[in-house]
């Protein structure tokens, strides 16, 4: 069953495009016909698309991997933050940040700044400067906190991104794009699909869209990582029946064991007594009192 229908995306207004003069012919697979002089997304497709979409970004999440969400656009940037958090994804909705992934580290040092600011603020050394120090320190977190608070969990290279708007975002497209990373994104009749792996043609400007197709995407990323947790916690209940059946099997080895050894010094009845001669007879006393000799 599909996540998403044709009415939904109708009612959302996903299907708007951009004016006529200012399509690009690479959406033309995706584009139904033009009306008014504004092109109308082939909903279909839509559907199609954000399937193909959620899948694989399902898998990614259950393999414990990041994505990166990207939205700077004002009819964005408050949705993408607020259901993106829900599944705890790290995300871009200021202004993005040159070199964030073809220079990663230095994104890094400057979170690892903000962190040793707050560690100043805790221990006391935050009271120990002067009041103008202390200013400049804070309007700096502040400022780190606006542009990468988002991202300060975020460790290691993203394993995708989502985009909305790659027209927009061309610059996180092409840092991507030389990294090798997928992009996937929700690409308007004003852009190029065939820059983006995973293009989902819907319309980028309408809030109403953009929530829809956000909705479905962050509900497949919270599929993926129930399953992932639902994989673990059967991955360490099989690991615990393994440990106790090894147990067991050692100490069933050890009573066997055991049991041997004391089988073994019984000898098995009268194996160790000393043999008689003679018969019955050769064991009774001669009147003298001495036994008789025993013939060799």
């Not at 040793?116 to 200013?135: P, Q, V």
């Not at 599929?223 to 099997?249: H, Q, W």
Request: charged residues 30%; aromatic residues 6%; without cysteine.
């Amino acid at each position: 069953m599909s996540r998403t229908n044709f009415n939904e995306l109708l009612e959302a207004g996903a299907h708007f495009g951009h004016l006529k003069r200012k399509w690009n012919p690479a959406m033309a697979p995706y584009i139904f016909t033009e009306k008014n002089g504004i092109h109308i997304i082939d909903l279909n497709k839509t559907v199609v698309k954000i399937e193909e979409t959620s899948n694989a970004l399902k898998q990614i999440a259950r393999a414990g991997k990041k994505i990166l969400f990207v939205a700077t656009k004002k009819q964005a940037k408050d949705i993408v933050a607020e259901q993106v958090k829900a599944v705890n994804m790290p995300y871009v909705t200021e202004r993005w940040p040159g070199g964030m992934l073809t220079n990663f580290a230095t994104i890094r040092k400057a979170v690892r700044k903000m962190a040793t600011i707050d560690k100043m603020n805790a221990d006391g050394t935050y009271s120990n400067i002067s009041k103008r120090e202390r200013l400049q320190i804070s309007r700096e977190r502040d400022k780190l906190e606006k542009n990468l608070g988002s991202i300060a969990d975020l460790t290691r290279l993203p394993a995708a991104l989502f985009i909305v708007d790659i027209a927009n975002e061309h610059i996180a497209v092409a840092e991507a794009k030389k990294l090798g990373i997928p992009t996937f994104a929700i690409v308007d009749t004003n852009s190029d699909p065939n820059q983006v792996d995973y293009a989902i043609p819907a319309n980028d400007d309408a809030s109403s869209s953009i929530a829809l197709i956000m909705k479905v995407i962050t509900k497949s990323i919270q599929e993926g990582l129930e399953e992932r947790k639902l994989d673990k916690d059967k991955a360490d209940v099989t690991d615990k029946e393994e440990e106790f059946s090894d147990s067991k099997k050692y100490e069933l080895g050890e009573e066997e064991e055991g049991g041997g050894k004391r089988k073994k010094s019984t000898g098995g009845g009268t194996a160790g007594r000393r043999p008689t001669t003679g018969g019955s007879g050769g064991n009774k006393p001669t009147p003298g009192g001495r036994r008789p000799p025993v013939k060799a």
